[in-house]
């Protein structure tokens, strides 16, 4: 993509009423626009790495065995009414009425919605398990939408939704989503901690809110201080293996989240207790038969006899995440892209357009990278180097190639790692291998 074709509004100056970093850097680079509180536009380079956040997420569902679906965004009042949550819910939920007098809503979830097209096809224990997911809007009329896409009202998830014939079914799935939330975050350059979360009227241990620890995190969180010295996990799974031990190693030391964390029961010594802030990306949680049994979610079991199918539903804050990767990765200069999510491979920065020797290497290293596939933005603008250095670090791509009117005599360019700040002059072959070690 040639920058002078590309609608890449960037801002000189800090947005005033952005308060945390990611949402004035989302700004400032051209991701987002407001449109009113807590609602945004995504522009294409914020829709690119929404997109691609969205891509990991959903891949990561599909290798646990989860099948994509997608719900509509309104939702009929009775599903809710079933269910004794259309009153419970309160103001936060959207209410609409259709031109027949209906009672309608914008869906803040999808339990309702997901056991109703659970229900209608299966009545045999045979047909299970299944685990469900879509990765659709959400509205939740928030009392204090704020920083940005990290408490909108309007705002992306997947929610994923299990059912299974009894208790123990409902561990194995969720262990699934536990190992699968684990891999997702690590794909995207995270650490996210799981932490016991409050697990409602049913109780029990079997819910985990996944925390990015950030000082601009909304939740209060504590956890062990070992947990900063474990790796993500990135190996390969097995989800038909018994992921047990995966689940034990990471909920071995203590993590909880506010509501959660008794001072007086904590068991982890003062000094070794990390009483930080956290970004909250996922939630898993158990619930059990909290809606099967109200919206009538039964199957014939193995004894001939209905029972009532148990279920977890599984969370992950697609558009937030898109905000929480910014504040775990950028500096001074602005955002730093992990590779698996950078809205483009590589930024060329060809230093003096209107040159005939640069415009001609910085064209050749362009269509090149384009052979090989590598998603490249071209600044092709006639600017002051300065304004392209600029520009360049903010929006945060991993690799940086500058050609200037002096290497391109001899043939060499800059390659220049955003992450790391190293430089190096090189052929233009050799900087193609760099940036590219992978591609054809
Ligand atoms: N207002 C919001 N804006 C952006 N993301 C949100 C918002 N509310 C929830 N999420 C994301 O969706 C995930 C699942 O939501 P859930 O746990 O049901 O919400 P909550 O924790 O607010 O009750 C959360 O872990 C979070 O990442
Ligand atoms: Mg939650």
Redesign the pocket.
């Known amino acids: 993509m040639r920058l002078t074709q590309y609608f890449l509004p960037t801002l000189k100056e800090n947005p005033a009423e952005a308060q945390i970093v990611s949402h004035r850097l989302m700004l400032r680079a051209g991701m987002i626009r407001q449109s009113s509180a ?1 609602i945004y536009s995504w522009l294409p380079m914020g829709f690119k790495v929404l997109q691609k956040i969205e891509q990991i997420v959903r891949e990561e569902q599909d290798a646990a065995g989860c099948q994509e679906v997608l719900m509509p965004t309104i939702q009929p009042a009775e599903l809710w009414r079933e269910s004794g949550r259309y009153d419970d819910y309160g103001a936060e939920m959207l209410r609409i009425k259709d031109r027949h007098g209906r009672d309608m809503l914008y869906g803040p ?1 999808n339990e309702e919605q997901i056991t109703e097209i659970f229900k209608a096809s299966t009545k045999s224990y045979k047909q299970l398990p299944k685990l469900l997911y879509h990765i659709q809007w ?1 509205f ?1 009329d ?1 009392v204090r ?1 704020r920083f940005g ?5 309007e ?1 992306l ?1 997947k ?1 994923a939704y299990s059912f299974d014939l009894d208790y123990e079914g409902a561990v194995r799935a969720y262990r699934k989503f536990f190992v699968a939330y684990l891999r997702t975050f690590a794909r995207m350059g995270l650490k996210a901690i799981p932490m016991q979360a409050d697990s409602g009227p049913i109780g029990g241990d079997m819910s985990h ?2 925390q990015i620890l950030a000082d601009t995190g909304e939740s209060r969180v504590f956890c062990h201080k070992d947990f900063l010295k474990f790796d993500p996990l990135q190996s390969e799974i097995d989800f038909d293996a018994d992921l047990k031990p995966i689940v034990d190693k990471w909920t071995g030391l203590y993590a909880a989240a506010d509501e959660k964390h008794d001072p007086a029961k904590c068991p982890v010594p003062a000094d070794q207790l990390l009483d930080a802030r956290g970004i ?4 898993i ?1 158990y619930f059990g038969t909290k809606y099967s049994a109200p919206l009538g979610a039964n199957v014939d079991g193995p004894d001939g006899k209905s029972t009532t199918v148990h279920m977890g539903s599984y ?3 697609v ?3 898109a905000g929480a990767i910014i504040e775990a990765s950028h500096d001074a200069a602005g955002i730093i892209w992990p590779e698996s999510v950078a809205p483009f491979q590589v930024g060329l920065i060809n230093l003096k357009v209107g040159d005939a020797k640069t415009d001609a290497l910085s064209g050749d290293l362009y269509a090149k990278l384009k052979q090989k596939k590598i998603d490249v933005l071209y600044d092709d603008r006639d600017e002051r180097a300065g304004a392209k250095f600029a520009d360049m670090d903010l929006i945060g791509l991993p690799w940086q190639i500058v050609v200037g009117p002096r290497g391109a005599a001899s043939g060499t360019v800059e390659v220049k790692n955003r992450k790391s700040g190293e430089k190096a002059e090189m052929p233009l072959e050799q900087a193609l291998a760099k940036v590219a070690p992978k591609a054809v």
């Open positions: 807590g979830t959400k939740r928030e939408p896409v990290m408490r909108g009202r705002f998830m929610d809110e996944f909250e990306v996922g939630h949680f969370g992950i804050g558009s937030r995440l």
